[in-house]
């Protein structure tokens, strides 16, 4: 198996591909981030891998996660690189629709204005968080990179995956 071959696919691919519009994809990419709330969060530090589907909340470019605790803090706590999926189910080849996310994670401080800011967004009360025995504790996903799949761009003269870079 030629591992490096497979792994480059993509990015060969990309480079004969025609490429919407940076404007416009980010719309589209908007549009989907917004009409979905779940996604596959995958971390994972030496030979530790965990993948955990949740909810998220997407304010001012910014992917913000709710979680009691679970074995994702473990490897978040040693490597901040994260990636996750949110997709539609499978309906065909000629109906994909999917996101690939990848970004930094990182740890809101409880009940700081941040924090707040994103229980307001949620209509959670702040009181209602303070009584639990511990806050739930916020990640925060700053995005890097975007792996777009819709099979519908191809009716638009356009390939069906498109590749956004942030940073």
Known sequence: ???DLAANYWLEKDKASVHMEPEALAERIDEFINTHN???LATGCD???RCTPI????????FYMFSEGGLKFKALKENKNVSFAIYEPYGGFGQLKSLQVMGKAALVEPFCDEYIKILAHKKIPV???KKLPQPMNLIKIIPESYDYL?????RDGFNSRQHRELV
């Not at 909810?55 to 910014?62: F, L, P, V, W």
């Not at 819709?150 to 191809?154: N, T």
């Open 1 to 3: 198996m030629d591992y």
């Open 38 to 40: 779940t996604c596959a």
């Open 47 to 49: 030979s530790f891998v």
């Open 55 to 62: 909810e998220y909340n997407y304010m001012d470019g910014t």
């Open 127 to 129: 009181e209602a968080m």
């Open 150 to 154: 819709d099979s519908d761009l191809k």
